[in-house]
């Protein structure tokens, strides 16, 4: 990605819910792709907003993602600036 611009991200939204710029699919339980950024700029994003990286989904502990135990996609995040 190259030259993106990120804007007003607010740990919380007006309603209260979290809000960040970067994020994980639900989906994504055993491969998160590498994510590359060139010449990007956060202007006033607060530190709360910048990613949100969940634990893995107690779901996901099943024989067609993971087998017995949760996968670690969540734990394997590489976002390069």
């Given at each position: 990605?190259?030259?993106?611009?990120?804007?007003?991200?607010?740990?919380?939204?007006?309603?209260?819910?979290?809000?960040?710029?970067?994020?994980?699919?639900?989906?994504?339980?055993?491969?998160?792709?590498?994510?590359?950024?060139?010449?990007?700029?956060?202007?006033?994003?607060?530190?709360?907003?910048?990613?949100?990286?969940?634990?893995?989904?107690?779901?996901?502990?099943?024989?067609?993602?993971?087998?017995?135990?949760p996968c670690t996609a969540p734990a394997n995040v590489l976002l390069q600036f």
């Amino acid at each position: 990605m190259t030259g993106n611009k990120f804007i007003g991200f607010n740990e919380k939204t007006k309603m209260g819910m979290r809000q960040s710029v970067f994020g994980l699919c639900k989906d994504a339980s055993d491969y998160i792709p590498t994510m590359e950024f060139f010449d990007s700029t956060f202007t006033s994003v607060q530190e709360g907003a910048f990613a949100y990286v969940n634990d893995p989904i107690p779901g996901w502990a099943n024989l067609k993602d993971c087998g017995d135990f949760p996968c670690t996609a969540p734990a394997n995040v590489l976002l390069q600036f």
